[in-house]
């Protein structure tokens, strides 16, 4: 499909979407104002309330077929969708989910030439069988299940033929949004979302790359019995074909048939925010796509102990965080803390937030009117922000500006270098982690891994020491 098409596809199903909501904003101001004046002119008659929850439906399926059509990055940004839940009607999150792990396969005959050309030989001759019918189909590739010739149960992941050149094009046609995006919000550096989304998808598509990753990320957390990785097939994996051994378990939002397993929720979404802020603020290497399809929850026996292993899978999306992003993290963390402003401000500018010439002054008085709504908050959790009324999100996030004054704190902002795999990383995870169990305080959980880093740095502060180097690059 050529870049006109699919821009021209996109662009008329988002059409189409938004021409269906300014008729339904159109109604709703009209009927508003025949209700009277006072607090229930903002009130709406229920057929155009019942009316909207259609129209969010239509939009929904429609939207999904749109991405399913497409492919290739558009059904990355279903995903990511569907997890942000929250900040659209519900009907999208119910619809976009199934891009998490229900995308239409390709067929097998389609990919037998992948094997051909890794391995010179077919299926029948490197496998003692493998299943023609997928285990899983996502963006860029899917899953087979095999049998070695020694028996073992192994997963092979394919990559689509072809699907390099698609995702060319579809970066092309984000290019032009981003462009457009520009003109009207003129935040620094934004084309960095662009750059940073065209190295992701270059490391998703080497599975080479992608089997180093796994292997790292394995040794990280050597020796903790909750947490598992399938192991790579060495001889069986190439920059198309990756083959590791097959991994059991339940899907993690699966919280019926968890239970049933006698696994509680809560310690699964519990274990799998420890293991992320493990991954981020320890290691430095981190899981940038942690989609509900990516983790499994695999029951212990009596004999190893009882209790559960978080199962992690897909690590094509691993990155490395630089220094300067988590010792900012941290700085605006002790800052939120402390209730210091200043301190926030210093995190943002060692994160690369503050452009060159910046207003501090105006930065520091955002942050503090921001800050002060947000601790008038007691719940202050994700799954909180999640069943937030959208003009309660609108209160919070105004900076409560003066319109030039806006206009300068957009200046005073650039994005930062790799801020968009933390940034996608975060919103993936913690929306995750909601869905699983909706009380549980993230902020809470980070206290083991955040506290420990923050005396380090007093005592090399005190101590006139520097930290390890600041430069590091997503892991290549």
Same mark, same amino acid.
């Given at each position: 499909?050529?870049?006109?098409?699919?821009?021209?596809?996109?662009?008329?199903?988002?059409?189409?979407?938004?021409?269906?909501?300014?008729?339904?904003?159109?109604?709703?101001?009209?009927?508003?104002?025949?209700?009277?004046?006072?607090?229930?002119?903002?009130?709406?008659?229920?057929?155009?309330?019942?009316?909207?929850?259609?129209?969010?439906?239509?939009?929904?399926?429609?939207?999904?077929?749109?991405?399913?059509? !497409?492919?290739?990055?558009?059904?990355?940004?279903?995903?990511?969708?569907?997890?942000?839940?929250?900040?659209?009607?519900?009907?999208?999150?119910?619809?976009?989910?199934?891009?998490?792990?229900?995308?239409?396969?390709?067929?097998?005959?389609?990919?037998?030439?992948?094997?051909?050309?890794?391995?010179?030989?077919?299926?029948?001759?490197?496998?003692?069988?493998?299943?023609?019918?997928?285990?899983?189909?996502?963006?860029?590739?899917?899953?087979?299940?095999?049998?070695?010739?020694?028996?073992?149960?192994?997963?092979?992941?394919?990559?689509?033929?072809?699907?390099?050149?698609?995702?060319?094009?579809?970066?092309?046609?984000?290019?032009?949004?981003?462009?457009?995006?520009?003109?009207?919000?003129?935040?620094?550096?934004?084309?960095?979302?662009?750059?940073?989304?065209?190295?992701?998808?270059?490391?998703?598509?080497?599975?080479?790359?992608?089997?180093?990753?796994?292997?790292?990320?394995?040794?990280?957390?050597?020796?903790?019995?909750?947490?598992?990785?399938?192991?790579?097939?060495?001889?069986?994996?190439?920059?198309?074909?990756?083959?590791?051994?097959?991994?059991?378990?339940?899907?993690?939002?699966?919280?019926?048939?968890?239970?049933?397993?006698?696994?509680?929720?809560?310690?699964?979404?519990?274990?799998?925010?420890?293991?992320?802020?493990?991954?981020?603020?320890?290691?430095?290497?981190?899981?940038?796509?942690?989609?509900?399809?990516?983790?499994?929850?695999?029951?212990?026996?009596?004999?190893?102990?009882?209790?559960?292993?978080?199962?992690? !899978?897909?690590?094509?999306?691993?990155?490395?965080?630089?220094?300067?992003?988590?010792?900012?993290?941290?700085?605006?963390?002790?800052?939120?803390?402390?209730?210091?402003?200043?301190?926030?401000?210093?995190?943002?500018?060692?994160?690369?937030?503050?452009?060159?010439?910046?207003?501090?002054?105006?930065?520091?008085?955002?942050?503090?009117?921001?800050?002060?709504?947000?601790?008038?908050?007691?719940?202050?959790?994700?799954?909180?922000?999640?069943?937030?009324?959208?003009?309660?999100?609108?209160?919070?996030?105004?900076?409560?500006?003066?319109?030039?004054?806006?206009?300068?704190?957009?200046?005073?902002?650039?994005?930062?270098?790799?801020?968009?795999?933390?940034?996608?990383?975060?919103? !993936?995870?913690?929306?995750?982690?909601?869905?699983?169990?909706?009380? !549980?305080?993230?902020?809470?959980?980070?206290?083991?891994?955040?506290?420990?880093?923050?005396?380090?740095?007093?005592?090399?502060?005190?101590?006139?020491?520097?930290?390890?180097?600041?430069?590091?690059?997503?892991?290549?």
């Amino acid at each position: 499909m050529t870049l006109a098409v699919r821009l021209l596809r996109a662009l008329f199903a988002f059409s189409v979407i938004l021409t269906s909501y300014l008729i339904q904003l159109g109604l709703a101001r009209v009927f508003a104002r025949r209700l009277g004046s006072g607090a229930a002119a903002r009130e709406l008659p229920g057929w155009l309330v019942e009316r909207r929850a259609r129209v969010d439906q239509k939009n929904a399926r429609r939207l999904l077929r749109v991405m399913l059509k !497409l492919r290739g990055v558009f059904i990355k940004l279903g995903q990511v969708l569907s997890i942000m839940g929250g900040f659209l009607p519900r009907a999208y999150g119910k619809e976009l989910e199934q891009l998490q792990d229900q995308v239409p396969p390709h067929p097998f005959s389609d990919l037998e030439a992948a094997l051909r050309a890794s391995f010179g030989r077919s299926a029948g001759e490197l496998f003692a069988s493998i299943e023609r019918a997928p285990l899983a189909a996502a963006s860029l590739g899917q899953v087979h299940v095999a049998r070695l010739r020694d028996g073992r149960k192994v997963a092979v992941k394919f990559l689509y033929p072809g699907i390099r050149g698609i995702i060319a094009v579809d970066l092309r046609v984000l290019r032009l949004a981003i462009l457009v995006y520009k003109r009207f919000v003129p935040v620094g550096h934004i084309e960095r979302v662009h750059e940073s989304l065209v190295d992701l998808l270059r490391r998703e598509t080497d599975y080479l790359h992608e089997a180093a990753c796994m292997e790292r990320m394995a040794q990280n957390f050597e020796g903790d019995a909750g947490v598992a990785f399938p192991d790579v097939i060495h001889e069986l994996t190439t920059r198309d074909v990756l083959t590791m051994t097959f991994m059991e378990g339940i899907k993690i939002t699966r919280l019926d048939a968890l239970r049933t397993a006698g696994v509680e929720p809560s310690d699964v979404a519990l274990r799998l925010v420890q293991v992320f802020y493990k991954m981020l603020f320890a290691d430095r290497f981190f899981h940038a796509d942690p989609h509900p399809g990516n983790f499994l929850v695999a029951a212990r026996s009596a004999e190893e102990g009882g209790g559960f292993r978080l199962v992690v !899978l897909d690590f094509g999306a691993i990155c490395e965080a630089r220094d300067e992003l988590i010792d900012g993290l941290l700085d605006i963390l002790k800052g939120i803390f402390a209730q210091d402003d200043a301190a926030v401000v210093r995190g943002f500018r060692r994160m690369g937030f503050v452009a060159p010439g910046g207003n501090d002054a105006l930065l520091e008085r955002t942050v503090k009117s921001y800050f002060a709504k947000l601790l008038k908050i007691q719940d202050r959790t994700p799954a909180a922000l999640m069943r937030a009324r959208p003009e309660q999100l609108e209160k919070l996030a105004d900076p409560e500006l003066e319109r030039g004054e806006l206009q300068e704190l957009m200046r005073s902002f650039e994005y930062p270098e790799d801020w968009f795999y933390v940034e996608r990383a975060c919103v !993936l995870l913690f929306w995750l982690a909601a869905q699983i169990d909706p009380n !549980l305080d993230t902020m809470a959980v980070g206290f083991p891994y955040l506290m420990p880093l923050m005396a380090q740095r007093e005592a090399r502060a005190e101590s006139g020491g520097s930290g390890p180097s600041s430069r590091r690059s997503p892991a290549r």
